[in-house]
């Protein structure tokens, strides 16, 4: 293993980024198909899970999220909570 990625584990080769991203995106067409229901796409995710490192996965959760927050918000459909309207 390569002494310079994280925990020594070696970079993840082409083909496994390929295996990741394609698992990536089939789990979230799920989603978008399923709005937002997880529970519908249980396999999907632990393909998911199973196909990427996970630093990866907490990335790219994180990227959902905000470009499910950027779309509402850009389309108008995002509403601030009460508790923040105050302020």
Known sequence: ADSLSPLGMAAPSMKERQACWGARDEYWKCLDENTEDASQCKKLRSSF??????????????????????????????????????S
Do not use: H, M, N, V
């Open 49 to 86: 899970e199973s196909s990427c490192p996970q630093q990866w996965i907490k990335y790219f959760d994180k990227r959902r999220d905000y470009l499910k927050f950027k779309e509402k918000f850009e389309a108008g459909q995002f509403q601030p909570s009460k508790t923040t309207a105050k």
